[in-house]
């Protein structure tokens, strides 16, 4: 309970602290008892501001209370004012205040897996059981056997997350299976090469240029690239798509191919040239629209987003961008 007597035993003594020195009062006596009175004025508002701080702030006690004291001491009539009127406005205040608009929530307790159980190896289970280093090797070593039944370009970057592992057994299977796919992908890329230089008619050059712009393209697809080599590899597979595009400038699945190489690049104007290329000489709606309203997102375009992907049918869409498509067109439209 509050001990408003040292409150206003605080006013009465700063009061005669005043007194003591008023109207022309000088000399030795006068400023000895003005410093009696206001010292004392000082103690007293310190024990009872003290009083009415949060439980967090009293602590260390010697050195909030020092810290009160000096404020009120150092800083006559004004520091005391001051100290006065944060009691009342602590007191008082919060009783007009609304309601907390937030709360503190406890987070959940994390259990990565029950004992006795058989763990589900969807790709979705998958990743936060390999990250988990508290779950026994051999049972990680399983679940990473099992990303190789996983489309490699939503198992690959899990792999490469894989290789960081501190068990040697997991980072040497993740580097091997990444490592395989790599030179698999390599071995046709360097084959089709070489058909392309034996290549006289037209046709066997259009072939051979869409296969290696389609493997340099499915390098970076799958994940199996980073850093200056993607890039490298994109360029690559944009080189060939222009060749192939001087033998057939209305291939829409050319123009299709283009269109992502260049969304990976960060060209959005070419990208969307190329999209609307190819949906103009035969692409499907569905398979142009998604690519369109990413060109449009990162444009900060966020009303042309939802419109774009509102003309796609709900019997085209895949799993993958059946969520995506269901929160952009599911937003209530801005005033």
């Known amino acids: 309970m509050l001990n408003w007597k040292l409150g206003l035993g605080a006013l009465s003594l700063e009061s005669s602290a005043l007194l003591a020195v008023y109207p022309n009062q000088a000399g030795a006596g006068a400023l000895s008892l003005f410093l009696l009175c206001h010292g004392g ?4 508002l ?12 009293r602590q260390p006690r010697r050195f909030s209370l020092a810290l009160l004291f000096c404020f009120a001491f150092f800083m ?3 520091g005391l004012a001051a100290l006065w009127l944060s009691v009342v406005a602590a007191t008082y205040l919060p009783r007009f205040a609304k309601g907390r608009e937030f709360a503190k929530v406890e987070l959940p307790e994390f259990v990565p897996a029950r004992g006795g159980q058989e763990m589900s190896f969807g790709h979705g289970a998958l990743r936060p059981l390999l990250a988990n280093r ?5 049972r990680r070593m399983k679940a990473l056997l099992a990303l190789q039944g996983v489309a490699p370009s ?14 040697d057994d997991i980072r040497l299977i993740a580097y091997g299976i990444i490592d395989r796919r790599e030179k698999a992908i390599y071995k046709k890329i360097r084959a089709e090469a070489a058909q392309l230089e034996q290549a006289r008619k037209p046709e066997e050059r259009l072939n051979s240029l869409r296969h290696l712009a389609e493997l340099h393209w499915e390098l970076v697809y799958e994940h199996l690239v980073q850093g200056d ?3 490298h590899l994109i360029a690559e597979a944009r080189r060939y798509v222009e060749e192939a595009q001087k033998l057939a ?6 123009w299709y191919l283009r269109g992502r190489a260049e969304l990976e690049m960060g060209n ?11 949906f103009e000489k035969g692409l499907p709606r569905a398979r142009v629209l998604p690519y369109l309203a990413e060109v449009t997102f990162r444009r900060r375009d966020f009303e042309l987003v939802a419109l774009l992907l509102k003309g796609i049918s709900a019997v085209q869409l895949s799993p993958r961008l059946k969520p995506v498509v269901s929160y952009w067109t599911s937003r209530e439209p801005r005033a």
């Open 249 to 254: 400038p209305d291939d829409p699945g050319i």
């Open 268 to 278: 959005l104007q070419e990208a969307e040239y190329a999209f609307m290329q190819g």
């Open 154 to 167: 939503a198992a690959n970057p899990t792999l490469r997350q894989s290789m960081d592992d501190t068990a």
């Open 76 to 78: 006559p009539v004004a």
């Open 134 to 138: 508290e779950i026994p090797v051999e």
């Open 229 to 231: 080599v993607k890039r």
């Open 46 to 57: 310190t024990l009872f501001v003290h009083g009415l701080l949060p439980p967090q702030y």
């Open 41 to 44: 004025a000082s103690a007293m």
